[in-house]
């Protein structure tokens, strides 16, 4: 017990807060401060998505021209993900579908799938120990197709720059479904600029496209903001436990991505240089960008069996 202060939020906690005006209005949002200079929000009404991060002052993540959307705008036609797309620390994509608009089995698939946009049912956070918890559900679920439920939990360290999140997608239905779930981790300024270093170690990586193909050899190497930047993207094939990491010397600050590739065998990389897109996709996931046709097609698509249920972890580590 620390006699010096008359309340924890002196130093760190949970304060749960709305949003007010535009689209933006009434939204929740939970922001999380630790005793080490991390400080996040968590959109409640956008699956529990981490939004704004920061360590010690410095922004992390990156922000989109959109900002903050309700789910109430949300347009699942074709592309009209990107017009409430806020990006931030990371959006879940999934968790049926991740990539571009396609058809498969019969289903219209939209951008990303819908499980960005879903509000989560309830929540809880507390404090134990040296830890800040925090704990919700969202439900991906409805008449004669997938019936999932994600059960999220964040626990950050007090004293450290730590933050643990645990994932489990239950099938809660009658029939097999497709699961895909990614990451969506967005670096932005200053973390990310043209000094910035990133590794990802890997076993093999694939160019999306012909125009990524061009970039393979220089897809690590940072660059500054461009005007009319085409994006770039590459998979990489991970195995082990890996960690995936961004430095940026200028500001002295980093952040590292472990996981189990036995969970999350894939990590996308989204390397988009322009002026004010200037953003970088570190995304782990249990599948690649491409849509779940050609994901089927090309790559193994996994399924969850009915009553069925698989967690997924990822621990996000801030240095600096």
Known sequence: MNTYIGNTLQLYGVE?????????????ILRVRNNAGLDFEISLDRCGDIARISLKGDNLGYFAPCGYVAPQYYDNKGA????????????????TQVGGPCEDDGEELPLHGNISHVPCENFAHWIEGDEIHIRLTVRDASMFSHQLVLEREYVCKINEN???????????????????????????????????IVEIPCDEVIAKDALSESGLETRLKMEKPQRGYEEQDFFYKMSGKPTVSIFNPDIQKSLEMSFDAKELG???????????????GL???????????????????EFLDPQAEKTFHVTFRFKG
Request: aromatic fraction near 12%.
């Open 16 to 28: 749960e807060m709305r949003l007010v005006g535009g689209k933006a209005d009434g939204m929740r």
């Open 80 to 95: 009209g993900f990107l017009k409430s797309f806020t990006a931030g620390f990371f959006t879940t994509c999934g968790l």
């Open 162 to 196: 730590v933050l643990y999140l645990t994932d489990t997608v239950k099938n809660i239905g009658s029939r097999q479904t497709p699961l895909e779930l990614l990451y969506h981790c967005n670096m932005g300024y200053p973390l990310l600029s043209e000094n910035a």
């Open 266 to 280: 894939w990590v996308t990389e989204w390397k988009m240089m322009g002026e004010f897109e200037y953003v970088l």
């Open 283 to 301: 995304e782990p996931g249990n599948c690649v960008p491409v849509g779940r046709e050609e994901m089927r097609k090309s790559f193994n698509l």
